[in-house]
């Protein structure tokens, strides 16, 4: 996983569907993807079915895994890249509607209503007119998008150049096991005023933001179907207990069920 330049899905919005509000498609592919850095006009709500994307938004790193959407405001420039094979959604809110939307990007985990309502929004998105019932479904929807708790768990990525080069060097290698007084030489900083600096610039300290970006490299890797052990050594755990114990208590799942929820898709164990 790189701080830099990493990206998915520059489709552009689909024309307006006759809910002048929201228009938008289903996407799915076989392979991995990415796409280069821009940004969209419209509000943005990208639903994941099965698979995983990452998205880089202005320093800051999200991954929406099975059964998730992610709500990205317009004017956020952002890339992202699919690890594998990906089914979803991606829906468009024109300005009347996303004034009453957070203003910043949030994570969500869908409901089994919202997720039904988004496929059958997405399959009519590009008829000319919408019938009376499909602009009561849109209704519908908005009122299930905006009842949906949202989360904030993204993995902010450190502005001080400093800093960086050290986010950056365990963004490539996070299994690297160098101790906080080497990561503070890397930055050519005092230990002292490195924990100080890295918990003020990203608002987490050293050892909790290394945790995260491991188990957010390992659900890409296991989207990616790689091997369970191979996953718990590339991300710097030797015990496969511990491992599996990290990524519970990160995510939920244990790594096979959220291999496994990756292939198969969120419905089947809603």
């Keep these: 996983m790189h701080a830099k330049s990493f990206s998915f899905l520059s489709e552009n919005p689909a024309p307006s569907c006759g809910a002048p509000w929201l228009s938008g498609s289903p996407v799915r592919q076989t392979n991995r993807r990415t796409t280069d850095l821009h940004v969209h006009e419209k509000g943005q709500i990208f639903v994941v079915k099965s698979g995983v994307m990452a998205v880089m938004i202005q320093n800051s790193y999200w991954l929406i895994g099975p059964g998730q959407l992610l709500w990205l405001p317009p004017g956020f420039f952002h890339e992202a890249r699919s690890h594998g094979a990906i089914a979803g959604w991606s829906l468009y809110i024109a300005a009347e509607r996303y004034s009453s939307v957070a203003h910043r990007p949030f994570l969500a985990d869908c409901t089994r209503l919202l997720m039904a309502q988004v496929e059958r929004l997405s399959q009519n998105a590009k008829e000319e007119a919408w019938q009376d019932s499909f602009t009561r479904l849109a209704e519908s929807f908005w009122d299930e998008f905006l009842s949906i708790p949202r989360h904030s768990v993204s993995l ?17 290698t996070p299994s690297d096991s160098r101790g906080q007084q080497e990561w503070a030489d890397m930055a050519g900083m005092s230990l002292r005023s490195f924990i100080r600096h890295f918990t003020a610039d990203t608002g987490m300290q050293f050892s909790v933001w290394r945790q995260r970006l491991r188990i957010l490299n390992a659900q890409e890797r296991l989207a990616r179907r790689e091997r369970v052990t191979d996953v718990a050594a590339a991300v710097g755990y030797e015990s496969l207990g511990a491992f599996a114990a990290a990524f519970r208590k990160g995510t939920g799942y244990s790594p096979s069920a959220y291999a496994q929820r990756c292939r198969s898709g969120a419905t089947a164990s809603m």
Excluded: G, I, Q, T
Aim: hydrophobic content about 45%.
């Design 156 to 172: 902010p990525f450190p502005e001080d150049a400093r800093l960086k080069r050290v986010a950056e060097a365990l963004s490539v």
